[in-house]
Nanobody
């Protein structure tokens, strides 16, 4: 059964940085296009960044130039380096396949709060 465990979130001041990690299990990680998603309070989940099996990367316009997605297939781990964080980046962050691997594949997420 696929499982994603996100970590690395926290409280940070505007302009600060965080690095999120996502450990995947129960899935052959290297054969999946992967993505980071986020869900802010009262809003729907949205796609933030994607990375293909050949390391092609794409970003939502709101994070372009500030966030960097990467993967380590040997460790079955997905990363999101977030720099110059803004209050509007406050959300729960999740990793999953792209497209996602089904309703039951979502992890607990990791909370990111950007506030002074």
């Amino acid at each position: 059964q696929v499982q994603f465990v996100e970590s690395g979130g926290g409280l940070v001041q505007p302009g600060g940085s965080l690095r999120l990690s996502c450990a995947a299990s129960g899935v052959i990680f290297s054969i999946y296009n992967m993505a980071w998603y986020r869900q802010a309070p009262g809003k729907e989940r949205e796609l933030v960044a994607t990375i293909s099996i050949i390391n092609s990367k794409n970003y939502d316009d709101s994070v372009k130039g500030r966030f960097t997605i990467s993967r380590d297939n040997a460790k079955n781990t997905l990363y999101l380096q977030m720099n110059n964080l803004k209050p509007e980046d406050t959300a729960f962050y999740y990793c999953n396949g792209n497209p996602n691997l089904g309703m039951n594949s979502w992890g607990q997420g990791t909370q990111v709060t950007v506030s002074s």
